[in-house]
């Protein structure tokens, strides 16, 4: 498996871009295979998340609808004539009181996320396009969907190794696979398949964005990714983690205008000057092993040899921002699981944010660090 652009964006705009609409109403054999994604979506938080279907209750280890078998009769939207069935995420979190708070909240918004983009890759397998409508509402849509192995047009090799833009594992596997685990090896992970696991997060990809007033204006046009964004702003960060420093992902050259697949050293070195916050700026306190430090930072955080940081740039509020980051966890989870490595997600608190970025020095907001080996068979 091989995470590549995702199958549409945002609005009707973006559905005919992503791929040819059909006037064919969604088989049940479609419906239920987004229904079975959508009850293998990684659990992080303790709090359900219920998704409604046509004012039905999705019961997620049923695989029913309001206790009854998935089947839907599609309903006409009112823009297209084209079958559609709608899905509402169900929850009293509103985009206008979500807040980086504690850890079960930013926990609950980041698996939003990541059932809205399971959805996508759901959608991928099974021809069906996606229609994010306010990231409340999203709409399945019978359509041929989109795919491509090439890099982007204007692209550059970067620092890491060529990502593989195709894969053998499938993704069903990787969806019915994926566990978190506890336990980790401790030998340290090749800048190969790191670099693979953040073009699954955060790389760019062939197709292009584009950005629209809420009245429907075109406004500019960007690098399509592998992961969705409201309005194509791409507010997510990714950050690596190990025994050599500290080091952000970085998908698109500045100077040359081109993608890219690189990293950008923000620390270098396992020691790390440590400071403590007195009197309104840092003090210096010492140096400390860099893994060691981090690791105290966040509450049991298990101990592996490398992590992947999702942050936010923070041009985003924290409920578009917390749901992206989800996006892009979900496809580094799947794309462990598809090299076969050892994962888990732990997600964190305002307090523990603000710890990593004064003490590690992070430029943007973390969310979630994602603990990574090779493959190891101890308990989960």
């Known amino acids: 498996m091989a995470l590549n652009s995702r199958v549409s964006t945002g609005g009707w705009k973006g559905i005919e871009r992503g791929g040819a609409i059909s006037s064919t109403p969604l088989t049940s054999d479609q419906v239920d295979f987004i229904f079975w994604c959508l009850s293998h979506t990684p659990r992080i938080c303790e709090e359900e998340i219920p998704i409604e279907c046509?004012?039905?209750?999705?019961?997620?280890?049923?695989?029913?609808?309001?206790?009854?078998?998935?089947?839907?009769e599609p309903v006409e939207y009112l823009r297209i004539k084209c079958p559609a069935i709608r899905l509402r995420w169900v929850s009293e979190k509103t985009l206008r009181n979500a807040s980086f708070s504690t850890a079960a909240a930013n926990a609950y918004l980041l698996e939003w996320g990541m059932g809205q983009e399971m959805l996508h890759v759901a959608g991928a397998i099974a021809q069906v396009g996606i229609n994010m409508i306010g990231g409340v509402y999203v709409d399945l849509v019978p359509m041929t969907t989109y795919f491509s192995s090439s890099p982007p047009k204007r692209y550059r090799q970067g620092t890491l190794p060529e990502?593989?833009?195709?894969?053998?594992?499938?993704?069903?596997?990787?969806?019915?696979?994926?566990?978190?685990?506890?336990?980790?090896?401790?030998?340290?992970?090749?800048?190969h398949r790191i670099g693979q696991l953040l073009w699954a997060?955060?790389?760019?990809?062939?197709?292009?964005?584009?950005?629209?007033?809420?009245?429907?204006?075109?406004?500019?046009?960007?690098?399509?990714?592998?992961?969705?964004?409201?309005?194509?702003?791409?507010?997510?960060?990714?950050?690596?983690?190990?025994?050599?420093g500290v080091f952000k992902y970085v998908n698109w050259d500045e100077e040359q205008g081109v993608a890219t697949h690189s990293l950008a050293t923000v620390k270098n070195g396992?020691?790390?000057n440590v400071g403590e916050y007195r009197d309104g700026g840092w003090v210096y306190t010492g140096t400390d092993d860099l893994l060691d430090r981090f690791r105290g930072l966040?509450?049991?955080l298990p101990k592996a040899p490398t992590y992947l940081v999702a942050a936010s740039t923070g041009q985003l509020p924290p409920f578009?921002?917390?749901m992206e980051a989800g996006y892009s966890v979900l496809h580094m989870l799947l794309q462990a699981?598809?090299?076969?490595?050892?994962?888990?997600?732990?997600?964190?608190?305002?307090?523990?944010?603000?710890?990593?970025?004064?003490?590690?020095?992070?430029p943007d907001i973390p969310l979630a660090i994602i603990p990574l080996s090779e493959k190891s068979e101890g308990p989960g």
Not at 54 to 72: C, M, P, W
Not at 339 to 357: A, G, P
Request: net charge positive; with cysteine; glycine share 12%.
């Open 320 to 322: 578009f921002s917390l």
């Open 298 to 300: 966040v509450s049991g």
């Open 337 to 362: 699981e598809a090299l076969e490595m050892t994962s888990n997600v732990v997600v964190l608190s305002n307090d523990q944010m603000t710890k990593i970025r004064g003490t590690i020095g992070l």
């Open 270 to 272: 396992r020691q790390l």
């Open 201 to 244: 997060g955060l790389g760019c990809t062939p197709h292009m964005t584009f950005r629209y007033h809420r009245y429907g204006l075109l406004t500019a046009e960007g690098q399509g990714k592998t992961i969705p964004s409201a309005s194509a702003t791409y507010t997510t960060a990714l950050y690596v983690i190990d025994e050599a």
């Open 163 to 191: 990502p593989l833009r195709t894969g053998g594992k499938s993704a069903v596997e990787c969806i019915s696979g994926w566990k978190p685990r506890d336990t980790f090896m401790k030998s340290p992970i090749t800048r």
């Open 54 to 72: 046509e004012g039905k209750t999705f019961d997620q280890n049923k695989l029913t609808l309001g206790g009854e078998r998935i089947a839907v």
